[in-house]
């Protein structure tokens, strides 16, 4: 997997105009939607659900945008959207209002990927209730992104600016979203567990795909020993084990292999976000701030910021040049 982390060739240039006493003004290029070059398929194992489940990620035409489909059910799409989300214990849920069987759990990880790697449109077709986990991080969906390869399509990319703070609160954890003070997505979160191997962590980055690359495809989702027999009584995380989860025990990491980085739990916590955050439906300009936040603080706060129009807009999105202008 460490051929994952390798940064991809910058195709981006900027020209800088020539010096003089009468300088071009300077002109964005939009940026282009992007779907996959192939469709590719593999074969993995559900989490929560334990089932063995067939996963194909086919190309899709501008304008698509991401959307699911059990491909074992005849029944309606799923948008990948945040109002369609049904249920966030432990992972985030698409599900459908008026078929109960319709749904897709543990979507976040790829959903993270296609936001990292910037893929717009896809039609994401699995043949049961969730998608695999492979080892509990993105690092996987990257790798099948990369093989099935990445086109540009004749169509203008949009994103969507938050023009003023939107925050969500449940009782010490909040999670906020606001202007950004870059030209992406910016994410600031920490954590506080009582387990010692865990502890207070913070972390910040920019969303480029470098650093989901590099800072956050590889960390893997996490657990506490104690919580494991809840777990399955409640019916999850039936196909968990040291092969695609963390486990804690106090001061101890179970797995034999250790962490993959001292600071893995958050930086999952930031993948995460990332997934969480795609279902806006458009990438995101904001910055986003959170203490303690999960799955459904991050739908919470991108349903308040939509039932506001005030606080967002959305927008041809730049490429990541510019151009002199003639």
Known sequence: MDSLLMEPKNRSATLEPVSGPAQPSVKHLPAVQHTLHHAISCVGTGLHTGARITLTLQPAP????IVFKRSDLN????????DYVVDTRLSTVLGDATNPANRIATIEHLMAALNGCGIDNVLVL???????????????????????GRVAQEAVRHRIDVLRPVR?????AFVELSPAPVQNLHLDLSIDFPAEAIGKQTFSTELTPATFRQDLA??????????IEALHKAGLARGGSLDNAIVVDGSEILNPSGLRCPDEFIRHKVMDAVGDL???GAPLRARFTGHRSGHCLNNKVLRALFADPAAWRYVPAHASFSLAAA
């Open 126 to 148: 699995v043949d049961g209730p969730e998608i695999p986990v492979f080892d509990g991080s993105a690092a996987d969906f990257v790798f099948l992104m990369d093989c099935a």
């Open 75 to 82: 029944a309606a799409l799923l948008p990948a959207r945040f």
């Open 218 to 227: 590889r960390n893997r989702t996490f657990t506490l020993r104690q919580e």
């Open 62 to 65: 501008a304008g698509h945008a």
């Open 278 to 280: 795609y279902l806006a």
């Open 168 to 172: 969500v609160e449940q009782g010490d």
